[in-house]
């Protein structure tokens, strides 16, 4: 049974590789687009499951992981910036203010009659607005392409003060949560998890309590 990532993200390939189960790597056809009326939790689950479904029906006798990361602030859903300057208005507003990031996992496989999705979420804080800070981390460019402008496992963590919840759930790939799932599909893992998760071996990890 052979494992796809539908994900082109970099990020999520290293965590994925992290549990040490083979797998092959494809972008998705899904076109994420948040959609008014639906909450944090359903939008999503729903951009996970569109990833991973994507794949699916053209890799019927894989096992295909999908997943996908938003931050909902006051209610508001916020995905990636389409610009430097949406960026610079997200970093704005999430400064100095709690906010829950949703990480949602899909597993899809058409030939086994797979088709699971689950959720993690963890709340961060970040510290109070610093027009220096915040300018300097924008001329990284790393903003962009990252729900709520900004990576923890980056230049980022710099603008969190703590995080309450998995801290591989704020980077988007909680493997607490893959490995469950790839479990129910039959997939064991050749890796200790609770090991992986107290090494803390992935950049930042150690900054932030889980």
Known sequence: MSLILASIS??????????????????????????????AREQVQAFAQGK?????????????????????????????PADLAEARSMLRRLAGRDHRVF???ALVCSVCAIDQVALSSAV?????????????YLETGESLG?????????????LIESIDGDFLTVV???????????AQAGMSLPVDLEALYTAKRYPNWTRFSD
């Open 146 to 158: 990252k729900a709520g402008a900004y990576s923890i496992q980056g230049a980022g963590g710099d």
């Open 52 to 80: 991973a479904r994507s794949v699916a029906q053209c890799k019927p006798e894989a096992v295909v992981l999908g997943s996908d990361t938003v931050i909902e602030l006051a209610h508001e859903v916020l995905g990636k």
């Open 103 to 105: 990480t949602s996992v």
């Open 172 to 182: 988007g790939l909680p493997l607490r949560l893959v490995a469950r799932l790839l």
């Open 10 to 39: 970099p990020r999520r390939r290293e965590l994925l590789a992290l549990l040490g189960i083979p797998f092959d790597v494809q972008s998705p056809s899904f076109e994420e687009r948040l959609e008014p009326g639906r909450t």
């Open 124 to 136: 961060v804080r970040m510290k109070p607005y610093d027009a220096r800070a915040h300018e300097g």
